[in-house]
């Protein structure tokens, strides 16, 4: 784990990024006291099948007029 001082944190902001993106932890630390830790961040596994849920949509049935059909039928008997 790489120690750094706020100071040389903020001077060097991009190098450590690309250490935490290699795998490496930075501590950042204010006069000796840690106060922040940079990490890589690990890729989502899997992505989400979202056939199922177009399936499910496909068969569901429309038994009322959508929210802006309502609407649009309130406002047009008002005027």
Do not use: C, H
């Not at 932890?25 to 006069?31: A, C, D, H, K, S």
């Not at 979202?50 to 959508?66: D, E, S």
Request: net charge positive.
């Amino acid at each position: 784990m790489t120690r750094v001082s706020v100071v040389k944190a903020k001077a060097n902001f991009s190098r450590l990024l690309a250490e935490a993106e290699a795998g490496r932890e930075v501590l950042i630390t204010r006069r000796g006291t840690a106060v922040a830790k940079i990490s890589g961040v690990s890729p989502a596994k899997v992505a989400p099948n979202i056939k199922p849920i177009a399936a499910f949509r496909a068969r569901l049935v429309q038994t009322a007029p959508f929210a802006s059909e309502l609407i649009r039928r309130v406002r047009d008997e008002r005027y």
